[in-house]
Each structure stands twice: as structure tokens, then as C-alpha cells.
């Protein structure tokens, strides 16, 4: 059973430049979140997703977008990029719809590191 | 979601069992205790989960006090592969994939 697949694994790009991570979930999974992990603030969450609509976002700024497509295959944009958006963002995925019953596990991806110069 | 506490590092003699502790006295009644483990540069791995009882896999053993206020993460025979950061969570099942994963314990297994 094939894990979260991401891409990039890493890629580096300048400031003002705009960026696109993508996320497969494990096959079955519907539900799909991203995290972004800084050495300052450790890990953070950005959003997530269920049924391609976005059900939960955190405290991030507008250029942080994302959006789920039918097959549950994920993206995450950012825009107008800072030095400070250098990280490494995590995708997971998890079968359970979100705020469902029971205990709710998610399974990461090995993330895409992206520098900004 | 109630806060946890964790000792921000602790190491262990590979070979022998990992005790790492989680205080979470603010616990809910329909809230989980879950365990999530980060090795450097990784996305973090889950280990497992409990509600009440303990519970045990073959990663690890979670034991629960009765009162729910903390628990304990037990790797019965600590490797070098076990080096790593390891979080503990607390997380009601209503409320989403939204994770707090603090700052979690920096466990080094020694040779």
C-alpha cells in the first residue's frame, strides 16, 4: 500500500516567486491536511480538506492557498514568496472525514523542502 | 484541546526500555492521547494512540494513569533507529485534523 506521496522533495526559489507543493494521499484517504515546519515554530498547521472542500484553515496569511481535486490528490500554493516561507511542508492524509467519530490517525508524507533565496 | 507537557530531552541506554512522559491534566473526557514520532528531516511518523486503557502495538506500549492526566510512551528496547523527537497530542475526535505538536521530547538512544 503505497504512503502519502509528495513533490517536490525539494526545490529553491526567489523571493516574489510563487510556488505549488502537491500531495497524493494513501489510496482510500478523502481527508487531507498540510502543516508547515519552521526551526522557529516547529510545526504548524495551514488547512484541510474533505470532499474537495477546504473545512479548516489556520493562522496563515492569504498567500497560503490549497485546494483538493476529486481523486483526493492535493495541492498548496504559495504566493509571493518571503524568506521566512523556507520550511518544510507536510502533507497527511487520514481516512476518517474530519470532526467524525472515533480517533482520527494521519499518516505524513516525507514533506517538500523548499528554500527561498 | 487540552495543553501538554513534555521534558524537552531525555536519553536512553540502547538496549533498554524508553519511559517518555506526557502531562496533560487538562484532558477532556472524549479526548485521545496520541503519539507521533519525528526523525531529523522526516514527516512525523504515528506510533499510537489511546483513549482510556492502555494499549500496546509493535511500536510501543501507552499507558494511561486512571485519572487520564498523563501517560507514558513505553519503547521496550530502545534502538539507535528510535532516536528522534516524539510528540504528544491530545485531540477530541470533533475537532478535525488540526494537530498541536509542541515541542515535543528530543529522545537520543546512546550505544
Known sequence: KAGVTQTPRYLIKTRGQQVTLSCSPISGHRSVSWYQQTPGQGLQFLFEYFSETQRNKGNFPGRFSGRQFSNSRSEMNVSTLELGDSALYLCASSLRQPKGAGANVLTFGAGSRLTVL | ?111
Open chain 2, 1 to 111: 484541546d487540552a495543553k501538554t507537557t513534555q521534558p524537552p530531552s531525555m536519553d536512553c541506554a540502547e538496549g533498554r526500555a524508553a519511559n517518555l512522559p506526557c502531562n496533560h491534566s487538562t484532558i477532556s473526557g472524549n479526548e485521545y492521547v496520541y503519539w507521533y514520532r519525528q526523525i531529523h528531516s522526516q514527516g512525523p511518523q504515528y506510533i499510537i494512540h489511546g483513549l482510556k486503557n492502555n494499549e500496546t502495538n509493535e511500536m510501543a506500549s501507552l499507558i494511561i494513569t486512571e485519572d487520564r492526566k498523563s501517560s507514558t510512551l513505553i519503547l521496550p528496547h530502545a534502538t539507535l533507529r528510535d532516536t528522534a523527537v516524539y510528540y504528544c497530542i491530545v485531540r477530541a475526535s470533533s475537532t478535525g485534523n488540526q494537530f498541536y505538536f509542541g515541542t515535543g521530547t528530543s529522545l537520543t538512544v546512546i550505544p
